[in-house]
């Protein structure tokens, strides 16, 4: 049987066609708030997702922007019934996106390179 994710599809279309983006990752984490008092008889099982979006069309752009331009792609997925309760987002450059990889693999191999003076 197919995974049945229209809300997740449609995001990632209207994301895709809008932004360009090099990266688009979509994660679905309903299920870990499908307890939540507020998420009480709701049938859906795509409310709650985090989306890491690199994109130049972010460029020169604050994060509040960044997040206003996607929420306004979404509007009416948040406003449906049993829509989107929940939308965490990352949102960067390529060229942000480039330095945190150089950070992390910086970070990786400080330990390796160490120099340790010993007097």
Same mark, same amino acid.
């Given at each position: 049987?197919?995974?049945?994710?229209?809300?997740?599809?449609?995001?990632?279309?209207?994301?895709?066609?809008?932004? @360009?983006?090099?990266?688009?990752?979509?994660?679905?984490?309903?299920?870990?708030?499908?307890?939540?008092?507020?998420?009480?008889?709701?049938?859906?099982?795509?409310?709650?997702?985090?989306?890491?979006?690199?994109?130049?069309?972010?460029?020169?752009?604050?994060?509040?922007?960044?997040?206003?331009?996607?929420?306004?792609?979404? @509007?009416?997925?948040?406003?449906?019934?049993?829509?989107?309760?929940?939308?965490?987002?990352?949102?960067?450059?390529?060229?942000?996106?480039? @330095?945190?990889?150089?950070?992390?693999?910086?970070?990786?191999?400080?330990?390796?390179?160490? @120099?340790?003076?010993?007097?």
């Amino acid at each position: 049987m197919a995974l049945q994710t229209p809300m997740e599809d449609a995001m990632r279309t209207k994301i895709t066609e809008a932004l @360009k983006p090099s990266t688009l990752e979509i994660h679905n984490d309903s299920h870990l708030h499908s307890h939540h008092k507020a998420m009480a008889g709701s049938t859906s099982q795509e409310t709650h997702f985090r989306v890491v979006i690199t994109s130049e069309a972010f460029k020169s752009k604050m994060q509040p922007a960044r997040h206003r331009m996607v929420y306004a792609l979404l @509007k009416e997925e948040m406003a449906r019934e049993g829509g989107i309760h929940a939308l965490q987002l990352r949102t960067r450059t390529l060229e942000e996106e480039q @330095k945190q990889a150089e950070r992390e693999a910086a970070g990786k191999g400080e330990g390796v390179d160490a @120099k340790v003076d010993v007097a």
